[in-house]
C-alpha cells in the first residue's frame, strides 16, 4: 500500500494485511468473571434465604415513604430516556461511520434479550423455589410474578458494553444514568428485586464480552503507513518500509529504509501482542516458581520501558547486540523500538553444516557477557541468535530479559543455550564449545537445569519431535537387521534403547565425562504439578459423581440381597489378584507379587483419569521399567500381555457366545439375544477390519502404532515358551479375570432377585468391556454404563434389575477402588516403584 504524506514524498510500505478483527483474551476473561458472578447470585439465592428476604423487605418498607407522584414521573423519564439515549448514541456513531461498533452492539443487545427470556423460563419452570422468591415477586395489585431478568434492561447494557464507551466519557455517563434510574424506579415501585437487577447487569455484561470474543473486536493495531509518520515525528526520514517475520512474544518487526541515514529495524509492540498468550503465562506462573517464568509487563509503557533498559543494559555491557537508537508511542495503544539493523540470517535459517564452532564460541562470549552484569536473556532459541558473516553472533529479542538476575535464571540461560545447540549440532559439540568459552564448572552448575520445565516453549516441542523420530527411525532399522539376521533380538533391543535415549540426558553425559562431581539432582521449579492438579480434578469429579449421579435410591437397597452383593465384592478384589497374574506371567523376570498386586490396584485411580487401556499400559510399562526391566523388554512384556488378552478376550466371547446360544436352543428357544450380539460383533469388527485395510492413511497410521506398541513381542513369547509355568500363569490370569468380573456382574445381578446363565452374562461383560475400551473416555464412564444396561434389558433383563445391578457392579469396580488406588499410587510414587 501507499500513500502521500504531508510534505509530498512517497512512503511505501508492503506488508500483509492486518485482520480486520481481533479475539482478545480479556473479553473471555470479562465473560468468565460474569458468569462466576451469575452463578454465584444463583448460589447466594439459593442458600442465602434469610438475607435475601430481610433484604426485599427493608427495601419494600422504606420504599413507601416516596412520594408516589415522584416514582410515576421517574418511572415515566426512565422508560423513554432507556429507549432515546441508546437511539441517539448509534445515530450519532453511524453519523461518523462507526456503524461497525453499533452492529456489535445490536447483536450483543439481541443475544443478551434471548439469555434473558431462556433464564425467566428457567426460573419459573425450574428453579428451585428459594432461587425464584429471591428473584421474582408480587408487584402491588397484581397476582402475576415479575421477571428475573429484565427483558428490555438487559439488552441496554449489552449494547453499552459491547460498542464500549471508554472514549466516550459524556455517552457513557449518559447511560449509566439512564440505567441506574430505570433500576431504582423499578426497585422502589415493587416490580423488581435487588438481586433481579444485579442478575440483569451480570448477564447484558456477560453477553456483551462473549459477543465481543466470539465476532472478535475491531482491530485498533497500528499499521505501516501510521509507523511512518510514527517515525517522522521523531527524526527520521524512512522511506520504504515491509513487514518482516514478527519477533519472540508477539512484537510486529519492520525493516524500514531511510531517504538519508542507516536501515532500521522497528518493532512495534501493543495491547493485542500484550494480551497474546496470556492463558499460557498464567499457567506457567501458577506452575512453576518465579525464577523460572519470564516477567510480564503490566501495561504498554512497562512494556515499552522493560525492553529499553535491556537494550542499553546489554549494549553497556558489552555484548554484542543490536543498538537500541530510539522509543516512541505510537498513539494511546502502540509503541515503537528503533533499533539498527543488523544483516544476518537467524540460527534457524541456517543449514546444521554452516552451524559452525566459530560462531557458536561467539555467542557464548556475547552471553558471557551478559552474565558477567548480570543481565539474563531468557529466550536463548535459534530466532534470537543471529549469525552475521557467517562467524559472528549477535544476541537479539532481549525484551523478555532481566536486569540483576539471580544465579538460578542465569543458569537456566547456559542450559537453554545448550540445549538449543545440542538440537542443531549434537551434545557433543555443544558441551565442548560451551566449556571452551565459560569454564566447566559453569556449565556443570547448569546441570540441575536441564530439565524440560525450564527450557523454551518451542524448545521443549523441539525435543520431543527429536526424541521421538529417533526412537521411530531406531524401531524400524532393528526390525529390518532383525528380519534380515543382520543382528540379533537382544542387540536391536540395545540399539533401540541407546537411540530412545533423550537429548537432555546425552546433554547430561557429555557434562559429567568432563566434571564427574557435578550435582545431578534436578532444580526444584515445579511449585505445582501436573499430576497434582489432575489428582484434585479426579477425586472432585468422582466426588460429584458419587453425590449426584449415584444416588442410594437407584440401588433399591431396601430389596438387594447383601449376601450376593458381598460375593461380588469378594470377585471384585480377585480381579487384581487375577491381573497381577496376567502380567507377571509375561516378565521373565522375579516380581514381588505384593507390589505387583498393589500397582493394579494403583491402576484404578489412573482409570479416573485416562482411557482404560491407554492407563493401564502406561501404568505397568512404567512399573516394571521401575523393577529394573529395561524399557524395550517392558514395553514387550505389557505388549504380550495386552496381545494375550485380546486374544483370549475374542476366544472367550466365541466359547461363551456358543455356549449361552446352544443353553436357549436346549430350552426351545433359538432366538437369544446374546447370541445375536454376538453376531453382530462379529460382523462389526469384520466391517472395522476391512475399511482399515482399504483406507492407505489409517492402515498406515494403525500398522505404525501396532508395529511400534508389539515390537519385541513375538520373540518375548517365544521366550516365555521355554518357561510353561509362566504361560501358565499369564493365561491362567487372563482366564481369572475375565471370570471374576462377570462372577461380579453375575452376583450383581443376583442381588437384586433376578438369575440367568452365567456364560450369558459373560457375553454381556465381554461385549461391554470391549465398547468401554474403544470409547477414549476415562474408565469407559458412559460407554460401559450404558452398553451393559441396554445389553442386559435387550436379553430380557428387567430394567428395574438391570439399571441398579449395573449402578453396583460399577461401584464395587470402578468408583470404590479409587480411594484404595490413589494410596497405593502415592505409595509406590514415594518407594520409587511407580
Not at 134 to 154: E, I, K, M, R
Request: hydrophobic residues 50%.
Amino acid at each position: 500500500m501507499a500513500d502521500e504524506p504531508p510534505n509530498g514524498e512517497h512512503l511505501a510500505v508492503d506488508e500483509p494485511l492486518l485482520a480486520a478483527r481481533a479475539h482478545r483474551p480479556s473479553d473471555l476473561l470479562r465473560f468468565l468473571a460474569g458468569l462466576l458472578g451469575i452463578v454465584a447470585l444463583f448460589l447466594v439465592a439459593r442458600f442465602a434465604v434469610s438475607t435475601t428476604s430481610g433484604l426485599e423487605t427493608d427495601i419494600s418498607k422504606n420504599a413507601e415513604h416516596i412520594p408516589s407522584w415522584l416514582t410515576t414521573v421517574a418511572g415515566l423519564v426512565s422508560s423513554i430516556a432507556v429507549l432515546a439515549v441508546p437511539l441517539s448514541f448509534a445515530v450519532e456513531r453511524l453519523i461518523k461511520r462507526d456503524g461497525l461498533r453499533v452492529a456489535d452492539g445490536v447483536l450483543a443487545s439481541v443475544l443478551a434479550y434471548g439469555v434473558s427470556l431462556g433464564v425467566d423460563w428457567w426460573v419459573a419452570a425450574g428453579a428451585p423455589s428459594e432461587v425464584r422468591n429471591a428473584l421474582t415477586q408480587f408487584p402491588p395489585g397484581s397476582q402475576s410474578l415479575t421477571d428475573p431478568v429484565h427483558g428490555y434492561l438487559a439488552p441496554v447494557i449489552a449494547y453499552m458494553t459491547a460498542v464500549g464507551m471508554s472514549s466516550r466519557p459524556r455517552w457513557r455517563v449518559a447511560l449509566w444514568s439512564v440505567v441506574l434510574l430505570s433500576g431504582l424506579t423499578e426497585l422502589a415501585s415493587g416490580y423488581t428485586t435487588v438481586l433481579s437487577l444485579i442478575l440483569t447487569v451480570l448477564i447484558g455484561w456477560s453477553v456483551a464480552y462473549a459477543t465481543l470474543y466470539a465476532i472478535g473486536s475491531p482491530n485498533i493495531r497500528p499499521t505501516g503507513q501510521h509507523l511512518m509518520i510514527g517515525l517522522r515525528k521523531v527524526g527520521f526520514s524512512p522511506s520504504v518500509a515491509h513487514g518482516a517475520p514478527d519477533a519472540p512474544g508477539g512484537a510486529r518487526r519492520y525493516y524500514v529504509e531511510q531517504v538519508s541515514g542507516p536501515p532500521l529495524d522497528v518493532h512495534v509492540i501493543d495491547r493485542e501482542q500484550q494480551a497474546s498468550g496470556f492463558f499460557y503465562r498464567a499457567w506457567r506462573r501458577v506452575r512453576l516458581r518465579s525464577v523460572a517464568v519470564r516477567r510480564s509487563p503490566q501495561s504498554l509503557r512497562q512494556a515499552l520501558e522493560q525492553e529499553a533498559l535491556i537494550a542499553y543494559a546489554a549494549t553497556a555491557s558489552g555484548a554484542r547486540a543490536p543498538q537500541l537508537v530510539a522509543t516512541s508511542e505510537l498513539g494511546p495503544d502502540a509503541a515503537v523500538l528503533v533499533y539498527e539493523k543488523l544483516t544476518g540470517r537467524p540460527l534457524d535459517e541456517l543449514a546444521d553444516d554452516e552451524v559452525t564452532d566459530e560462531a557458536m564460541a561467539s555467542f557464548w562470549e556475547a552471553v558471557d557477557a551478559l552474565h558477567q552484569r548480570r543481565i539474563a536473556h531468557r529466550r536463548l532459541t535459534g530466532e534470537s541468535l543471529l549469525v552475521v558473516d557467517e562467524k559472528t553472533g549477535y544476541l537479539v529479542n532481549l525484551s523478555g530479559g532481566d536486569i540483576a538476575a539471580g544465579d538460578l535464571t542465569l543458569r537456566i540461560d547456559i542450559a537453554q543455550l545448550l540445549t538449543t545447540f545440542a538440537l542443531r549440532v549434537g551434545p557433543e559439540r555443544a558441551v565442548a564449545t560451551a566449556n571452551l568459552v565459560l569454564s566447566a564448572d559453569r556449565v556443570a552448575a547448569s546441570l540441575p537445569l536441564l530439565q524440560p520445565v525450564a527450557l523454551n516453549r518451542g524448545s521443549r516441542a523441539d525435543l520431543s519431535r527429536l526424541n521421538k523420530a529417533r526412537k521411530s527411525t531406531a524401531q524400524a532399522l532393528a526390525l529390518e537387521q532383525v528380519a534380515a539376521g543382520e543382528r540379533t533380538q537382544q542387540q536391536a533391543e540395545e540399539d533401540i534403547a541407546i537411540a530412545s535415549e533423550d537429548l537432555l540426558s546425552r546433554i547430561r553425559g557429555q557434562i559429567l565425562q568432563v566434571v564427574p562431581e557435578a550435582p545431578l539432582a534436578p532444580e526444584k521449579l515445579e511449585r505445582l504439578k501436573p499430576k497434582t492438579v489432575i489428582t484434585v480434578v479426579a477425586l472432585a469429579f468422582a466426588a460429584y459423581f458419587a453425590l449426584t449421579a449415584i444416588k442410594p435410591e437407584q440401588f433399591n437397597l431396601d430389596r438387594m440381597n447383601w449376601a450376593w452383593a458381598a460375593a461380588a465384592l469378594a470377585a471384585s478384589a480377585m480381579s487384581y489378584i487375577a491381573a497381577s497374574m496376567s502380567l507377571t506371567g509375561f516378565v521373565l523376570e522375579r516380581l514381588p507379587f505384593r507390589r505387583t498386586v498393589a500397582a493394579q490396584v494403583a491402576g484404578s485411580f489412573v482409570k479416573l483419569v485416562a482411557p482404560a487401556a491407554i492407563g493401564g499400559i502406561a501404568l505397568n510399562t512404567r512399573y516394571l521399567q521401575k523393577a529394573g526391566i529395561r524399557p524395550v523388554q517392558a514395553v514387550a512384556s505389557v505388549g504380550a500381555s495386552q496381545l494375550a488378552g485380546l486374544g483370549g478376550h475374542l476366544f472367550l466371547l466365541f466359547t461363551f457366545g456358543l455356549i449361552a446360544g446352544g443353553q436357549r436352543q436346549a430350552e426351545g428357544n433359538g432366538e437369544f439375544g446374546t447370541s445375536r450380539a454376538l453376531i453382530i460383533g462379529v460382523l462389526s469388527t469384520a466391517v472395522l477390519a476391512l475399511v482399515i485395510a482399504a483406507v492407505g492413511p489409517i492402515r498406515r497410521f494403525v500398522v505404525t502404532r501396532v508395529r511400534a506398541l508389539f515390537f519385541g513381542v513375538v520373540p518375548r513369547m517365544l521366550d516365555l515358551m521355554q518357561n510353561p509355568q509362566k504361560l501358565l500363569t499369564g493365561f491362567g490370569g487372563i482366564l481369572l479375570l475375565t471370570l471374576s468380573f462377570t462372577a461380579c456382574l453375575d452376583a450383581s445381578i443376583r442381588a437384586f432377585g433376578y438369575t440367568m446363565s452365567f456364560s450369558a452374562v459373560a457375553v454381556v461383560f465381554l461385549t461391554a468391556n470391549a465398547a468401554g475400551s474403544a470409547i477414549p473416555t476415562p474408565g469407559g464412564i458412559g460407554a460401559v454404563e450404558v452398553t451393559l444396561i441396554g445389553t442386559l434389558t435387550f436379553t430380557g433383563v428387567p430394567a428395574t434389575v438391570a439399571t441398579p445391578a449395573v449402578f453396583l457392579y460399577r461401584l464395587l469396580t470402578f468408583w470404590l477402588p479409587v480411594i484404595p488406588g490413589w494410596i497405593c499410587y502415592n505409595v509406590l510414587q514415594r518407594k520409587d516403584a511407580l
